[in-house]
């Protein structure tokens, strides 16, 4: 929604994934539905959490969705719930990039059927889960671009 917790996390963690795996070209970017924090660092406390595991995510800087370049430039739109799926949903009202759109955890192998919660009033283990999620969902996708460039089976 903000830009500020969950997304930042999810594009540090494919951005570091994508880097340890050089079969992998990716370019990643995470902007929220909204623009309450445009501007702003990630949360401190996801940034704390995210380092912990070796996620860099310090140079984030929070922006809202921009759906004029946004949906020309990536080929997959991840959300994070239901909501935000609605949303980005709403932006695209030609229809045209609905299969762009899709939730983080339908690459996730243990959590598919989950949303990922949003940690921002939660204790250290909301953003413990959250990364749990995100890193699970990152690996899912890794490997899907793998299959998708035909660097392993």
Same mark, same amino acid.
């Given at each position: 929604m903000g830009n500020i917790c969950r997304?930042?996390?999810a594009e540090g963690i494919l951005r570091h994934m994508a880097e340890k795996n050089p079969g992998v070209q990716i370019e990643t970017?995470?902007?929220?539905?909204?623009e309450y924090?445009?501007? /702003?660092?990630a949360d401190k406390r996801m940034i704390l959490h995210a380092s912990d595991r070796g996620y860099d995510i310090t140079a984030h800087r929070a922006r809202q969705f921009n759906p004029d370049s946004d949906f020309n430039n990536f080929d997959h739109i991840l959300v994070m719930d239901t909501e935000n799926y609605a949303d980005i949903k709403k932006f695209d009202v030609s229809g045209e990039f609905r299969h762009k759109?899709?939730?983080?955890?339908?690459?996730?192998a243990k959590y598919k059927d989950l949303e990922v919660p949003d940690p921002y009033y939660s204790?250290?283990?909301g953003f413990e889960l959250v990364l749990d999620i995100l /890193?699970?969902?990152c690996r899912g996708l890794i490997k899907e671009f793998e299959n998708e460039s035909g660097n392993k089976e």
């Open positions: 997304s930042p996390a970017d995470s902007a929220g539905t909204l924090h445009t501007g /702003e660092g759109i899709k939730k983080a955890t339908s690459f996730s204790g250290s283990s /890193e699970d969902s």
